[in-house]
Structure formats: structure tokens, C-alpha cells
């Protein structure tokens, strides 16, 4: 599995092999443990609100700073399961999800968090959204969706049911206060309009007849987009009411969507396996390829200002004011990097060993 990055090996070992209903249950009940330095953990995610940055990984820890990234509190979380993806509605409402189904908010900037929901609750709305449409034939706005898909979403939802608190997620995102998305593998799909107070499940909306999992969402101007398992791209022009399938450049996995806007210029990035990156500058409809002398996994990105970075496995980072002005290097450490956040004057990138901090502007890359 060389060349794969560090966030899919965690994917084939802890979504593929599905683990069991009592370990499931055991993690979602036990509380993270506290630890001497929680920023030197296994972290997949990292994000920004305000000057704060929040990040998760292994076994539940959520990690918070105020001063760019040098000193990190370790936040109070009600789950041990491996979190991997964090977002914020607004100043204060947070969202983490990750393993076992564990959807966790917090309303006090990520110092605290409660379990919202888990994988057994995400069973329970599946089976309950496809109970519905299965009876009614039909949902008004997947008219190409048959009684007979809906059928087979509901034996697909019962069965996953009985397999019990085993969902993987991977993304949470909000394109405003009140209108989020929870991606997942196999295809899942949450939706919420009321800021997170409830849940629908709209997998079905989505055109992934094949249930490839859903990796990364971002947003340009006022369209969605996702990207994937094999090369799926999809894109929404109405807030996620509606998906369309959009054509790929590539059928390789996509881990990471990014936007930027630069000059004016509204850019859609997405990357994935063995150093593949493409952006967009019509919102998806033509994608042209970023020549990277790497074959480095791609799985984090970020923008300060006008500069770029992208980062993956191995510790390869490239920057650059424009995808032909790409930087590459490698962090001295080699470690693999799962996400990266700006706060000047640092790159915060964190990963298999936690957080490295980087300065802006530093083509070394040296780790601090």
C-alpha cells in the first residue's frame, strides 16, 4: 500500500473490517482520557474559528489553542472513538464526527463537547427515512429514484442496523449557521436546515448508485460540492436540495476539496492518490491537472492570503501563489499530514504525529 496516505490505511483498517457492536459500544461510551500532550496524538483534522484552532484525531481528543498553534488545551469529550473531521456553524457552535456514528457539538468554541448522536442512531434514521419512502413510492425530488431503490435502501439500512454502531464518518460541513452536512462511507449523507437541532438522511439524493464513500465537501459562491471514493464528484446549485453527478478527471479516490479565491477568481481544488491534483475554474465543469513531481497521496489543503498549500504522505508540502508555482518539499520528519490550517504567520499542518508548525513563507519546511 505505498503511496497511500496515512488518513485511507485508517480507512481500510477500521471501516473495511467492521468492528464489533460491544467494542462500538464501548467507545461511544467511554470518555476520552486525558492526556500530557495531546497535540503530539494521531490528529486527522484541524480547523479555524477566529483565532482559535480546534483539531481531533485518535480515541476522541479534541485539542484547542489561542496562541497560533504553541500551546494546546485538551477538550472534555464524552466518546474514545477516532474523530475525524471538525467544523464550525459559527463563532461558537462546533461539530466533530468520526468512527461508530459519533456526531459531537460543542456551543462554547470546542472546549467542551456532547455526543449528539451515534452509529446507532444514524442506523435509526436511515431505517426510518427509508420505511417512509418505501411506503410513499417516491421522494419529489429524486423522480429517477424507483419504489424498488427505496426498497433496497431499506433492506440495505435494516441490515446495517443489525451489524449495530459501526458507521465511519468522514466530513462535516456548513455552509451557514443553520445548513450543515454530514458525509459518511458507504454513500451516507446527513442533512440538517436547523442548525444542527435535527438530522435527515439524504444519501438517496445523491447520484452514487455504487455507495462509494463520500470524503471531503466545500463550497464556492452558492454551490456545494463533494468529492470521493473512485473519482466521484457531485454538485449542488440549490443548498443540497438537488446533486448531479459531475465528470472526473481522474477515477483514483479524492480525499480533500478546497476552494479559493484569488484576484477575483473563484477556484475549486480537489486532490487524491499518488500526487493527483485538479482545480476548476467553472465550478467543476472542466478540471486541469497540477503537475506535481511527487507520487505523495494528497490529503490536506489550505489558503492564506493568496498562497496555497497542499500537503500529504511522506510529509510532502507544496506552496505557492498559483498551481504552476508550486513549492515542493518534505517535513524532515517524513511524518504523513491529514489536514492543515493558516494562522499567521504559521502553517498549522497536523497528522500522524500530531501538530507541526511551519512559518508562512519558509520553503525549507522544516518542522518547528
Request: hydrophobic letters at 45%.
Amino acid at each position: 500500500m505505498q503511496g497511500y496516505p496515512l488518513y485511507w490505511l485508517l480507512l481500510l483498517l477500521l471501516v473495511l473490517p467492521l468492528s464489533s457492536i460491544t467494542v462500538a459500544s464501548d467507545r461511544l461510551e467511554q470518555p476520552a482520557q486525558i492526556a500530557i500532550h495531546p497535540e503530539r496524538s494521531l490528529l486527522l483534522d484541524i480547523t479555524r474559528v477566529g483565532s482559535r484552532l480546534v483539531a481531533v484525531g485518535e480515541q476522541g481528543t479534541i485539542i484547542w489553542s489561542d496562541d497560533q498553534g504553541e500551546q494546546w488545551q485538551q477538550a472534555d469529550v464524552p466518546v474514545s472513538v477516532l474523530l475525524t473531521a471538525v467544523a464550525f456553524a459559527d463563532s461558537n457552535n462546533g461539530w466533530a464526527v468520526g468512527h461508530d456514528g459519533a456526531i459531537l457539538r460543542s456551543s462554547d468554541r470546542g472546549e467542551t463537547w456532547q455526543r449528539v448522536a451515534d452509529g446507532n442512531v444514524v442506523n435509526q434514521w436511515q431505517v426510518a427515512r427509508y420505511e417512509h419512502l418505501n411506503a410513499a413510492g417516491t421522494d419529489p425530488r429524486t423522480p429517477e429514484v424507483s419504489a424498488d431503490d427505496f426498497a433496497v435502501m431499506l433492506d440495505d439500512a435494516l441490515f446495517a442496523q443489525e451489524e449495530g454502531a459501526t458507521y465511519p464518518l468522514l466530513d462535516v460541513f456548513f455552509s451557514d449557521a443553520q445548513h450543515g452536512f454530514i458525509l459518511g462511507a458507504y454513500g451516507l449523507l446527513l442533512r440538517t436546515s436547523d442548525g444542527g437541532d435535527s438530522w435527515q438522511v439524504d444519501s438517496h439524493v445523491v447520484p452514487n448508485i455504487d455507495r462509494f464513500h463520500l470524503n471531503s465537501m466545500a463550497q464556492i459562491a452558492d454551490r456545494l460540492f463533494i468529492a470521493g471514493e473512485a473519482g466521484v464528484l457531485f454538485r449542488s446549485l440549490d443548498q443540497g436540495q438537488h446533486w448531479e453527478a459531475l465528470a472526473s478527471p481522474y477515477e483514483g479516490s479524492f480525499f480533500k476539496l478546497q476552494a479559493s479565491e484569488q484576484a477575483g477568481l473563484e477556484r475549486l481544488y480537489v486532490m487524491g492518490l499518488r500526487g493527483h491534483l485538479f482545480y476548476s475554474d467553472d465550478f467543476g465543469e472542466q478540471w486541469q491537472q497540477v503537475l506535481l513531481e511527487t507520487t505523495a497521496s494528497l490529503t490536506a489543503a489550505t489558503v492564506a492570503d493568496t498562497t496555497l498549500l497542499f500537503a500529504g504522505s511522506g510529509g510532502f508540502v507544496a506552496t505557492g501563489d498559483a498551481p504552476d508555482a508550486l513549492a515542493s518539499q518534505r517535513l524532515s520528519s517524513r511524518a504523513s499530514i491529514s489536514q492543515a490550517a493558516a494562522v499567521e504567520p504559521f502553517w498549522v499542518l497536523v497528522g500522524e504525529t500530531g501538530v507541526v508548525r511551519l512559518m508562512q513563507g519558509d520553503d525549507s519546511h522544516g518542522a518547528e
